[in-house]
């Protein structure tokens, strides 16, 4: 059997795979994806599921943790070009920066009312947590709470989480785990951080 004739093959057998997983897959429901582990791009994977909901013509809420003191390449286009998404940001920059337990575990719990409206919202068909797991690492938030209004939500709301860790109970809630891992980072070699790739 020559080359093209072998590549057809593989291509048949890998399709009938392809078509019989996809007819397998019956089942309607929203999502709750979590995008965790110790590599860089968890909040670009998020940002690149806002743009396909919006490319639907879908409303997306959008909370980011900790972020915030230093303005964001993603937030800035949010504001001007996203105009069917709600954008809140905690504001306080990183717990590392404050060094106030108390004035950051209070303006996790403000972030929190706000992604729990929300979570409460049918409104919104996408609704992204950004770096909420810290928030629960750390204590900032009741993780029942967390746990009870993600799966509480409207039942076509989708939502995505990201950050570090997270906990069994947010992965066992989670219908998706994607987990990124740290190879290679540039800033370990001494690179600042660059505009536009890093923030």
Known sequence: MDKDAKHKASMEKQKTNVDASIAAADTDKSLVVLLTGNGKGKTSSAFGMVMRAMGYGQRVGIVQFIKGEQLSGEELFARENLPQSDFYQMGTGFTWDTQDRQADIDA?????????????????????????????????????????????????????ITGRGGGAALQDLADTVSEVKDVKHAFNAGVKARKGVDY
């Open 108 to 160: 996790a719990q403000r972030t929190w009312h706000e992604a729990s409206r929300m979570l409460t919202d049918p409104n919104y068909d996408l609704v992204i947590l950004d770096e909420l797991t810290y928030m629960l690492a750390f204590g900032y938030l009741s993780e029942s709470e967390v746990i009870g209004t993600v799966d509480g939500r409207p039942p076509h709301q989708s939502v995505v």
